[in-house]
Nanobody, 125 residues
Framework: QVQLVESGGGLGQAGGSLRLSCAAS????????MGWFRQAPGKEREFVAA????????DYADSVKGRFTISRENAKNMVYLEMNALKPEDTAVYYC??????????????????WGQGTQVTVSS
C-alpha cells in the first residue's frame, strides 16, 4: 500500500504564490508518473499537472500553464507543485495522485491508482 500526503495548502492572495508538497510512503515506490488534480466546489475534479518518473516529460492544464510548475525528487519520494500568479479561480482542494503502471496520457485521472486526502487552497482577490 502507498500513502500520499499533501501539505502546503492554505490561503493565498491573487498574484501571490503557494507551494504544495506531496510525500509518498509505504512499499517501495517508483511511480511512473505523479499528478496533481483539483476540485472546486460544485465542479468536477480536473487535471492540473503531471510529471514522469524521469521528470523529462511534464504536462499542464491550459489554465495553469506558465504559472504552475511541477517537480519531483525521486530519492525523497516527493512531488511539488509551485503555484505562481495565483488567481481566485485556482481555489480548490488539490489532490496528489500516483500511477502504478505506465500510461501514455498523463491527464487521465482513472489511470492514477493512489490518491492523497487533498489540501485546500483558497485564493483571495
Amino acid at each position: 500500500q502507498v500513502q500520499l500526503v499533501e501539505s502546503g495548502g492554505g490561503l493565498g492572495q491573487a498574484g501571490g504564490s503557494l507551494r504544495l508538497s506531496c510525500a509518498a510512503s509505504g512499499r517501495t515506490f517508483s511511480s511512473p508518473a505523479m499528478g496533481w488534480f483539483r476540485q472546486a466546489p460544485g465542479k468536477e475534479r480536473e487535471f492540473v499537472a503531471a510529471i514522469r518518473w524521469s521528470a523529462a516529460n511534464t504536462d499542464y492544464a491550459d489554465s495553469v500553464k506558465g504559472r504552475f510548475t511541477i517537480s519531483r525528487e525521486n530519492a525523497k519520494n516527493m512531488v511539488y507543485l509551485e503555484m505562481n500568479a495565483l488567481k481566485p479561480e485556482d481555489t480548490a482542494v488539490y489532490y496528489c495522485a500516483a500511477m502504478t503502471t505506465f500510461w501514455p496520457i498523463l491527464r487521465s485521472a482513472a489511470r492514477y491508482t493512489y490518491w492523497g486526502q487533498g489540501t485546500q487552497v483558497t485564493v483571495s482577490s
